[in-house]
């Protein structure tokens, strides 16, 4: 889960389902830690007023250490953490103000996100891939979807430079994301490559196309979760 990729995917669905530059979701290029201190939550409107179908729930980025960061966000995924909540070096603990005793369902993470940019597939530690692998293994014993998110990949072939569209076709890519699939247990029908919005002051089509096929998976995946859960506890 990269420090600054999450706020800038969040950044990039609102720039296309809003057709401008959104940025609310606070990202940083300059800072060398996690920028996202707090949990915060975006659910935007439409202009009718009427919501989108889904609410981004961004975290710190986990890093080497921070060990009571990993135990927050299961905590998160299971809807214990309130909107607002600073992380700390200490875990959350049941009587905080923050901590959510009894959690509603809207509060509950239905599909967990992993964002990585290509260039740091292979650079990242094993103590970060090992709390990926842990917090991956909590959302499915909660029965929760899981899917990857590639960022940065104009940057690291000059090819997609000249032609994003061309992502699926070349073999760089596929190997990267053959090597996340391998480093966390993601499958590879879960992993997605896009390009966030950062330098462009326009939107571009070719940009739009791989954000919008990821949303769509992370929705379908969504309401494949939501479904069970309804269904497993109608039956019980």
């Known amino acids: 889960m990269d420090q600054k990729e999450k706020s800038s995917f969040i950044n990039s669905v609102y720039t296309v389902l809003k057709q401008r530059i959104y940025s609310q979701a606070l990202a940083d290029n300059y800072s060398s830690g996690s920028f996202t201190k707090e949990y915060s939550t975006y659910k935007e409107k439409k202009e009718d007023m009427s919501s989108y ?3 981004f729930c961004d975290i710190m980025g986990l890093s080497e250490g921070e060990e009571a960061l990993q135990e927050d966000v299961k905590l998160a995924l299971r809807g214990h953490v309130k909107e607002g909540y600073r992380f700390k070096p200490e875990k959350l603990c049941e009587g905080d103000k923050f ?4 959690p509603d369902p809207n509060d509950k993470v239905h599909v967990l996100v992993c964002v990585i940019p290509a260039d ?3 650079m990242t530690s094993d103590e970060v891939v090992d709390k990926i692998r842990s917090i991956r293994e909590d959302a499915r014993d909660h029965y929760i979807s899981q899917i990857a998110i590639i960022t940065k990949i104009d940057e690291f ?3 997609l430079k000249k032609d ?3 992502v699926y076709k070349l073999k760089s890519m596929k190997e990267k994301m053959e090597k996340f699939s391998s480093l966390v247990g993601i499958p590879m029908n879960r992993i997605f490559p896009v390009k966030n919005y950062h330098e462009e002051i326009d939107l571009n ?3 739009d196309s791989l954000i919008l096929s990821a949303m769509r998976h992370i929705l379908n995946c969504g309401n494949d979760c939501i479904n069970f859960h309804h269904n497993w506890v109608g039956s019980s």
């Open 53 to 55: 179908p889904f609410v």
């Open 99 to 102: 901590y959510q005793q009894t």
């Open 120 to 122: 740091k597939i292979g």
């Open 157 to 159: 072939d000059p090819d």
């Open 164 to 166: 994003i569209k061309n």
């Open 205 to 207: 089509d070719d940009i």
